[in-house]
């Protein structure tokens, strides 16, 4: 076991769902599910016990619209997750997604004029700061800011200190690419653009040195932790990132890595369990002390072994 991975490393999402007794497989994204509140709870047993205390929840709502309207719902699935996992696990932290993407009929991360095309920036925040606040309502410890929206920080620090929520964090998506690694999220929460692309708003890997700028704009507007998005690709950006700002670090450890691993092992072309500890070794090496990673729970097992 390499020893520069602990279950406090890793931070292991939920996908959250309407209704009860639901586990839904997604075709691509093997031994991922889609979850109601009460089957994440349940999961939540078998984490407890493997060590692993923090999460990040995403939401994926029965109808999008072009207001993404389910993602401000005071009962929706994400905030009666929350509520109830603060509840049964007082002493886990739970993060969620913001982001409108999952929510909207185009799949972009905010919102949209009608005959426009690109994002309207005032709507997108003020639809980023509402989602942020439903969230904190229920009683998250971190909000996760990912719509790659400028000034989404600092908007949504703003908004939480104004209402009370001095105590709620935030995890900054800084330094998002615009990334070919998203295939089995986007299949997971059916959050794909449906026109364009997000080069507009997430970062090119042929610009990577913007990187740092996203860092440092999150850090000054309030970002309790950050975070550089996918992680392999991108270990010299964490390395330079831990380097130069020496600030709580996150890799994600995006889910078209994690199908990378699975579906050569279950063609045999490697021993997953190896090749899991290579990788995420790698990204602590890097320099992250966080690793958001759908392997969370199997390595929080294979630690324990
Ligand atoms: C977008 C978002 C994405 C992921 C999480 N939130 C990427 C995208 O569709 O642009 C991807 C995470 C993964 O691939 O595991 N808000």
């Not at 994204?29 to 089957?39: E, M, T």
């Not at 349940?42 to 493997?50: C, E, N, V």
């Not at 439903?134 to 104004?162: C, E, N, W, Y």
């Amino acid at each position: 076991m390499p020893i520069n991975i602990t279950a406090d490393n890793l931070i292991y999402p939920y996908f959250v769902i309407e209704g009860s007794g639901k586990k839904q497989a997604i075709k691509t994204f093997p031994g991922v599910y889609r979850l109601s509140v009460d089957a994440i709870l349940k999961d939540l047993d078998i984490l407890q016990k493997l060590g692993i205390t923090r999460i990040l929840l995403f939401g994926i709502p029965q109808e999008k619209d072009t207001q993404a309207s389910q993602a401000y719902l005071a009962h929706g699935p994400v905030a009666q997750a929350v509520y109830a996992i603060k509840e049964r696990f007082a002493k886990m932290t739970v993060m969620t997604d913001v982001c409108v993407c999952a929510y909207t009929t185009h799949g972009h991360c905010g919102l949209i004029k009608p005959g426009q095309t690109r994002l309207d920036h005032g709507a997108t925040l003020d639809a980023l700061v509402k989602m942020a606040l439903t969230h904190a309502r229920s009683g998250v410890d971190f909000v996760a800011p990912s719509a790659m929206a400028k000034r989404q920080v600092v908007s949504i620090r703003q908004a939480l200190d104004a209402n009370g929520f001095q105590r709620t964090r935030i995890l900054g998506y800084s330094a998002k690419f615009a990334s070919n690694f998203y295939g089995p999220f986007r299949q997971a929460a059916d959050s794909g653009p449906k026109f364009g692309s997000r080069k507009h708003y997430q970062l090119r890997f042929t610009r990577a040195n913007a990187a740092l700028q996203e860092i440092q704009d999150d850090i000054k507007e309030g970002a309790d932790i950050v975070m550089v998005k996918p992680a392999l690709a991108y270990l010299d950006i964490v390395r330079q990132v831990k380097q130069e700002f020496h600030f709580p670090l996150a890799a994600y450890n995006v889910s078209g890595e994690y199908a990378f691993v699975k579906y050569g092992a279950q063609r045999g072309l490697w021993d997953e369990r190896s090749m899991v500890f290579e990788i995420i070794s790698a990204i602590r090496r890097a320099g992250a002390d966080l690793i958001i990673t759908y392997h969370a729970k199997d390595i929080g097992r294979w630690i324990k072994e």
